[in-house]
């Protein structure tokens, strides 16, 4: 239309990112983590010391899109393929990269399951902290549906060579059915008070079985990460 103008984005400044100011989204303590440079910051260290030129990135969880940013913005990586289950944060994802100038990544609206089809999702007043777990419905201000994906498919069709895992609790179920052997690193942040001790252990099998160990070095109390060498270039 002639004579319409362009609305003016806001924007907050994390380091050298910057995420759009939409309070919609954005919690105000996620603001101020941002502002003041305390968001993710175990997870974002084990990734940028794990992820390398020409990787192939899987992001399960992908939250306001901090962690997919930071690795497109500092690593020339091949490609990062982010799944997300909260449709909003789906789109303010795409929103990020297009403000930081990512554009090799894709924004997957999905999850990933032992069976393709279809799951409720639980939207809570905070999309934060909307999940898969209707948890007697604390919270939940409606439910949506979300696609799941056959994780085997999915992994075979991307061929990561490094996992970065955030999906609140869901972890000990998921990564027991990833084929995991052709991953070079995963970076993968526990929730023990969710999991218990069961699914700790389930997730470290897994990644024992596939012949990556545990990396203390880069691994920082919940934030987990497991590596195939322990050689760190």
Request: hydrophobic share 45%.
């Given at each position: 239309m002639d004579g319409a103008t362009t609305p003016t984005v806001d924007f907050i400044k994390s380091?050298?990112?910057?995420?759009?100011?939409?309070?919609?989204?954005?919690?105000?303590?996620?603001?101020r983590?941002?502002?003041?440079?305390?968001?993710?910051?175990?997870?974002?260290?084990?990734?940028?010391r794990v992820v390398r030129e020409g990787d192939t990135v899987m992001e399960l969880g992908g939250g306001v899109g901090f962690i997919s940013s930071l690795i497109g913005t500092n690593r020339k990586v091949d490609h990062i393929h982010v799944f997300e289950a909260n449709g909003t944060l789906a789109g303010y994802i795409a929103e990020t990269h297009a403000a930081n100038g990512v554009d090799n990544a894709t924004v997957h609206h999905a999850i990933l399951g032992k069976r393709k089809g279809t799951a409720p999702f639980f939207v809570r007043g905070s999309l934060i902290a909307s999940s898969l777990d209707e948890m007697d419905g604390k919270g939940v201000v409606r439910t949506e549906t979300v696609d799941v994906r056959n994780v085997k498919s999915e992994m075979k069709a991307i061929k990561p060579d490094v996992l970065v895992c955030d999906i609140e609790g869901a972890e000990a179920d998921l990564i027991p059915l990833m084929d995991l052997s052709n991953l070079r690193a995963a970076v993968v942040e526990l929730h023990p008070q969710w999991i218990g001790p069961e699914g700790v252990s389930a997730v470290f099998q897994a990644f024992m079985a596939a012949g990556l160990a545990y990396f203390p070095k880069l691994s920082n109390q919940k934030v987990v990460t497991f590596r195939r060498s322990w050689l760190v270039k």
């Amino acid at each position: 239309m002639d004579g319409a103008t362009t609305p003016t984005v806001d924007f907050i400044k994390s380091g050298s990112l910057k995420f759009p100011k939409r309070p919609d989204v954005l919690p105000p303590r996620i603001r101020r983590a941002l502002r003041i440079g305390a968001y993710e910051t175990k997870e974002a260290k084990a990734v940028l010391r794990v992820v390398r030129e020409g990787d192939t990135v899987m992001e399960l969880g992908g939250g306001v899109g901090f962690i997919s940013s930071l690795i497109g913005t500092n690593r020339k990586v091949d490609h990062i393929h982010v799944f997300e289950a909260n449709g909003t944060l789906a789109g303010y994802i795409a929103e990020t990269h297009a403000a930081n100038g990512v554009d090799n990544a894709t924004v997957h609206h999905a999850i990933l399951g032992k069976r393709k089809g279809t799951a409720p999702f639980f939207v809570r007043g905070s999309l934060i902290a909307s999940s898969l777990d209707e948890m007697d419905g604390k919270g939940v201000v409606r439910t949506e549906t979300v696609d799941v994906r056959n994780v085997k498919s999915e992994m075979k069709a991307i061929k990561p060579d490094v996992l970065v895992c955030d999906i609140e609790g869901a972890e000990a179920d998921l990564i027991p059915l990833m084929d995991l052997s052709n991953l070079r690193a995963a970076v993968v942040e526990l929730h023990p008070q969710w999991i218990g001790p069961e699914g700790v252990s389930a997730v470290f099998q897994a990644f024992m079985a596939a012949g990556l160990a545990y990396f203390p070095k880069l691994s920082n109390q919940k934030v987990v990460t497991f590596r195939r060498s322990w050689l760190v270039k």
